[in-house]
């Protein structure tokens, strides 16, 4: 299977990020190459097998409710770029 | 020998009989980096803040940490423009345990971006050059800790391993690093590239100091939820030259084309000694594993594309907004921000993994690869049912040029193909060195072990190396 032009600009929507027009090409080629690479993964028969997401499983890990020191809110906004009334500001999303 | 070539455990021998101090030790080893840095380029920045030497603790020893291990007032960027200017508020697990067992923070060493690559090329603050032949690559991601020990720039390091990050470099430029199991060492403060897979492990001149990191970096950690609270042993007592009637399983799959032939005949030339020395060797078979890397490049780059999606320019590091609005000003920031923010080979992973992740796509591709996945593990399950440690070379080739492998990525994932099953099954893997090719590059062996079997990995690395001198060998600088 390849990827297209089109296939990169739609992944990258998802992903958020922009990529110009003069480099999808290569993004294209480069992300086809990989893609067929992984096609082999098809040949095996995984129909009974389970899957894995953690190699050594650990079932949910429970602590008590119990308030410990963190950061203040002013050591949390230290490196924003842009902060307004103790919180992070952002563009303007609703008009 | 000056205080900055030793191992720790030497220069620990050396401060004990006070024949120097701790602070004597912390200024030969920056005197060296002033004097060899400008060639291997190993550190990103040093320290801001001089250790406390004030202090009588039990390791005050020099010590060098991947870009990607949060350091409280040091700038941590996981050598991306997107994080640059992020100076950590607060120090990871394993940091908090170097500095109360005291150790002495020389500074923040190189990576590849954001642990993306097998040749610290994608660094967005350049290559870091291998300290035997600095027109080649040191191997990656971790390069700088290993060029930084190779090189006498740091006494040991901290790397990362999430496919061979650590291993891989190590055999590159001829030191030992290992990968603990998954859950022995806390990943909290790690700049997560893979969760199931990330590992934090020691970088070291010989196997004995990697025994005493383990002592030091291991343990539970709450704030990690996949951290394993299982008891930590000595490791140093695990340091016997002894390896009468051990088993070792030798994969019929990993001698095959492909594999450097100078490669093949020094680990061929290990395994000889071992066995002579009293190991016994069994032909075994992994057969999944050559599915490894193509199960590899789904699972890590899928969960590296939900991880990287906080680096989205609303909290910290790099914002930028475009002149023009194209489809609204918060998105545009977002997508102006991690196009400019990410490298290429970064911004080739995301989009993979989200790829794999989207609709339409997931059964063919992620969740057939967690279920191939399954499978490595179970083959691996299967040797350990009758052997204590697997061998296979740790990479299939010695370090090759700097740019050599830049424009084919397949190429340079292939640098993995022996490190990844271990990441994938979670189980623990060291790389030793074992020899060098006639170009005087050196050749690392790999050592798998049973989960939490750390101490196996040791005792049969401390006897191969107590037989033999590799670990010795310094590069001319």
Redesign the interface.
Known sequence: MSISKD??KY??A???????EDKLES?AK??G???Q??E???E?D?ED????????P?GN?L?PDVIKPS?TNQ?AL?????AKDGS?K????IE | MSLHQLTAHALLDILKSRQATPREAYEAVLERIKAVDPKVKAYIHLAHQEPDFSRELLFPIPIAIKDNLCTKSEEITCASRILKGFKSPYDAGVIERVKKSGGAILGIVNMDEFAFGSSCETSCYGSTFNPWDLKCVPGGSSGGSAAAVAADETIWALGSDTGGSIRQPASFCGIVGLKPTYGRVSRYGLIAFASSLDQIGPLTKDVRDCALMMNIISGYDERDSTSVNEPVPDYTKALVNDVRGLKIGIPKEAFVDGLNPEVRRSVEEALNLLKKLGAVIKEVSLPHTPYAVATYYIVATAEASSNLARFDGVRFGLRVQPDKVRKNALLDMYEETRSKGFGDEAKRRIMLGTYALSSGYYDAYYLRGQKVRTLIKNDLDEVFKDCDVIMTPTSPTVSFKVGEKLSDPLSMYLSDIYTIPANLAGIPAISIPCGFSQSGLPIGMQLMGKAFDEEMLLRVSYTYEQNTEWHLKKPNL
Not at chain 1, 49 to 56: E, L, R
Not at chain 1, 78 to 82: G, H, L, N
Not at chain 1, 90 to 93: A, S, T
């Open positions: 296939d990169v992944i990258a998802l992903a958020r990020i922009d990529v110009p993004f480069s992300l190459g990989i893609v690479y992984v082999q993964l098809q095996l995984v097998v389970k899957p894995t997401s953690h190699a050594v650990v890990v602590r950061f050591e230290s490196f924003a770029v842009e992070f952002v563009p303007l999303v």
